[in-house]
């Protein structure tokens, strides 16, 4: 069992920056790929981008390349995801999910975060 909590979340301008960050409990993080997701207002949930088990390989869609970079600290049991240049469509919710079958693109995530929201002004 794997349990995730995201932070960082807030309130920001278009053009800002925030850092959401995503710890994990349990021992076998450091084995298992990551994921970030976000689910704004009315819409299904989507995958924003991924990272392997070990750092050395990401993903991140199109709307969001440039922008944001996904890092992790397996010392720590953390992962991040930069984003930079934020717009109004950012706001969202943001999860991060893993699980044993996970992969950088998104699929396999057994388990999810409670999410932390983002709100982007204009």
């Known amino acids: 069992q794997v349990q995730l909590v995201e932070s960082g979340g807030g309130l920001v301008q278009a053009g800002g920056s925030l850092r959401l960050s995503c710890a994990a409990s349990?021992?076998?993080?450091?084995?298992?790929?990551m994921g970030w997701f976000r689910q704004a207002p009315g819409k299904e949930r989507e995958f924003v981008g991924g990272?392997?088990?070990?750092?050395?390989?990401?993903y991140v869609v199109n709307s969001v390349k440039g922008r944001f970079t996904i890092s992790r600290d397996n010392a720590k049991n953390t992962v991040y995801l930069q984003m930079n240049n934020l717009k109004p469509e950012d706001t969202a919710v943001y999860y991060c999910?893993?699980?044993?079958?996970?992969?950088?693109?998104?699929?396999?995530?057994?388990?999810w975060g409670q999410g932390t929201q983002v709100t982007v002004s204009s």
């Open positions: 349990g021992r076998t993080f450091s084995s298992y790929a």
């Open positions: 990272i392997n088990w070990s750092g050395s390989s990401t």
């Open positions: 999910a893993t699980g044993p079958q996970a992969t950088a693109r998104g699929a396999g995530m057994d388990y």
